[in-house]
């Protein structure tokens, strides 16, 4: 799970959004900012210098960052960290400076949570992940790729360098941290 925190200043009050990815699942295009009551992240209606539909944040998953562009129907282009965004993309890090008309919005946290994978103890699995890792769903049924059952899977978390793994001996003697992957959002 991938999760960006914005903030920024509306009419005296700090609002804080976060963007959640779970790459197990399906997620939407983009996250767009805007004036438009549809906008999945509104800005100030009022802020005639932003466009009704302004901006969008999109997740690359193979690449694991999050991005900003223009929206296509905008008519004034956005702004992160003093360079004007008219076409392509770029690339949002912690404390990057999202302007939007007279809206300024703080990247203020990028964060991966740590997302277990199990691994296929097929050594003849045709699945393509180098470690034969799946998600971990699949713990105490079959594997989708070769058929075994995944009662005594390893565990993989790939959130670590080259990847981590925790052999089913270790579970079984409770030395493992328990790793949550429930979905928590905040408005």
């Known amino acids: 799970m991938y999760e960006l925190t914005l903030e920024w200043h509306d009419k005296g009050k700090t609002i804080v959004q976060k963007v959640i990815v779970e790459l197990s699942r399906k997620q939407p295009p983009s ?3 805007g004036r438009n009551p549809e906008c999945n992240i509104i ?4 802020d005639t210098t932003c466009s ?11 690449e694991k960052n999050f991005y ?3 929206h296509t129907k905008a008519s004034r282009p956005a702004i992160v960290d003093s360079k004007i965004i008219n076409d392509g993309e ?3 890090c912690e ?11 703080r990247v203020t946290s990028i964060s991966q949570s740590l997302q277990y994978m199990i ?11 180098p470690h034969h890792a799946l998600d971990a769903k699949y713990l105490y049924q079959h594997c989708p790729w070769c058929g075994s059952f995944l009662t005594d899977a390893a565990t993989y978390l790939p959130t670590l360098p080259e990847g ?13 941290s328990q790793v949550n992957l429930g979905v928590s959002s905040q408005n």
Not at 95 to 105: A, H, N, P
């Open 164 to 176: 981590f793994l925790i052999r089913p001996i270790d579970m079984k003697f409770g030395n493992y």
């Open 90 to 92: 770029v690339l949002l």
């Open 31 to 33: 996250m767009i900012f």
């Open 95 to 105: 404390g990057s400076l999202i302007s939007l008309g007279k809206t300024e919005i």
């Open 68 to 70: 900003l562009r223009k």
């Open 43 to 46: 800005l100030n209606p009022d």
């Open 52 to 62: 009704r539909l302004q901006a969008e944040i999109i997740f690359k998953s193979q």
């Open 119 to 129: 691994i296929c103890s097929n050594i003849k699995c045709l699945n393509p992940h």
